[in-house]
Nanobody, 123 residues
C-alpha cells in the first residue's frame, strides 16, 4: 500500500532554515507527482509546492524564492528545503502523492498523505 513517512521539521527562529523529508513506498514513485501542503491553526490547508514526475515545480507565491521542493527518485524521497523562515510559515506540513502529472496546489487532487510534521517559527 502507499505509504508516506515524514521527517524533519521542528522549531526555529525567524530567518532560519529547516528541511522536511518524505519517504515514499508502496508505489512506483517515478510516475507520481508529489506535493507539500500546510495547515496553520485556524486556517484552511494550502498548497506550498508541487513537483511532477518530470521534475517541474510549482510554488505558492509566499514561499517563492525561499522554499525549494526536490525529489530523489533513487531514494523514493521528497524534500522541502525551507530558508528565510517567517513566523507565518508556522503550520503542520504534509507531503502528498498523486499518480501522473499534477502541478496544481490543490490538496483534494492528491489521494495519499503523510502523517504531518510541525514547523514552528518564532519571531
Amino acid at each position: 500500500q502507499v505509504r508516506l513517512v515524514q521527517s524533519g521539521g521542528g522549531s526555529v527562529q525567524a530567518g532560519g532554515s529547516l528541511r522536511l523529508s518524505c519517504a515514499a513506498s508502496g508505489f512506483t514513485y517515478t510516475t507520481y507527482s508529489m506535493g507539500w501542503f500546510r495547515r496553520a491553526p485556524g486556517k484552511e490547508r494550502e498548497g506550498v509546492a508541487t513537483i511532477d514526475s518530470h521534475g517541474r515545480t510549482t510554488y505558492e507565491d509566499s514561499v517563492k524564492g525561499r522554499f525549494t521542493i526536490s525529489r530523489d527518485n533513487a531514494k523514493n524521497t521528497l524534500y522541502l528545503q525551507m530558508n528565510s523562515l517567517k513566523p507565518e510559515d508556522t503550520a503542520m506540513y504534509y507531503c502528498a502523492a498523486k499518480e501522473g502529472i499534477a502541478t496544481i496546489l490543490i490538496g483534494v487532487f492528491f489521494p495519499y498523505w503523510g502523517q504531518g510534521t510541525q514547523v514552528t517559527v518564532s519571531s
